[in-house]
């Protein structure tokens, strides 16, 4: 018979995943609904610049949060698979960056057949032109200005370094199924790897981790990570469903550890508030989003069987509540900056708030 291994997150213990999430806040605010996206044409989507001056006033940390709400409410989690896997990654065709954070779901939700992306301007410097009557995808860019506050303006001292504001901007881009005039890559296609292969490719994952935390494998019946400690222990891979799951639930816990302040100093790790506290429930959500990144590198999903009823209805009890409007796209850009952290492409830091979702 199989055994669910218990769970236990920074001390604080509970049975499985689903019952402690449905223990986080109750609801008690609804979202309003995000405006439509716009259709293609030249009177609104003349440029790369973000959305016009009646646009700009829908917060994106709104737009984007009642989105991810309207997924789960027809039961989908949409961190659980983030990219479509015959696809692959979404990345911008003009500067070939791929999309990350926030952005892999937005675009990733749109399930449309090829992963180049491009905005209006740059499919017209490219000689293409989007189709008339497209509708464009948004992702979310962030832009920094330099502003003094009342005190510092105050000062006489010249060298009053100017503090950083960062704020959030809502661009269009349009897949390459919807543009005419450019000649696209076929899609890349992504070869189905094994059950060996995404085991092995697990396990390179953990094994190249910087700065890793002790692993102590078999030695409990619960998965949990201790920051006091800096370990992580896991139950016997015998004891979970199959492989994936086990290295699914070491992915998490492993994001947690990202936040030891020997390394991304995450706030929302530090400041632990006890279980079903708002900051324990955004280092969750951080987790559950970084262990879904590392899946998508080594080509393993979540078991359908943790998207219940209870599951969702979880997350939707959190998410609708209107403080929390910011935590999708503050904890995307965390689990992202976690995920690359323990795959050695991001250098250590000690802001745990950054946001990089630029593509």
Known sequence: MTVHPLREDAGF???????ALRLLGPAVASLK????????????????APMSTAESRIDPYQTVTHLIIEHLERGVVPWRCPWQREVGIPRNFHTGKTYNGINVLLL????????????????QERGGHVRKGERGAHVIKVGESKSSSAEDKDSDDPAQPLRKRLFLREYTVFNATQIEGIEFPATPGIPALSQNERIEAADQ??????????????????ACYRMATDTVQMPAIASFESA???????F?????????PKRLNRESLIKHDGFGG????????????????????????????????AYLQSWLDVLRVKEHKRWIILAASQASK??????NRAARSTDGAEITMAA
């Open 252 to 260: 998490h816990e492993l994001i947690h550890s990202s936040g030891h």
């Open 278 to 309: 708002k900051v324990y429930s955004h280092e969750e959500l951080v987790a559950e989003m970084g262990a879904a990144f590392l899946g998508m590198e080594t080509h393993i999903v979540s078991d359908t069987h943790e998207q219940s009823a």
């Open 338 to 343: 976690a995920a690359s952290f323990i795959l």
């Open 108 to 123: 990733g939700l749109r399930h449309l057949p090829s992963p180049y992306w491009l905005t209006f301007r740059q499919a």
């Open 33 to 48: 609904p995000a405006s439509p996206t716009r259709s293609a044409s030249p009177d609104n989507l003349n440029s790369e």
């Open 244 to 250: 994936e799951a086990y290295y699914l639930t070491l």
């Open 205 to 222: 994952v953990v094994a190249e981790m910087q700065l890793p935390p002790v692993i102590q494998d078999g030695l409990s019946t619960v």
């Open 13 to 19: 213990w509970y049975p499985d995943w689903q019952s």
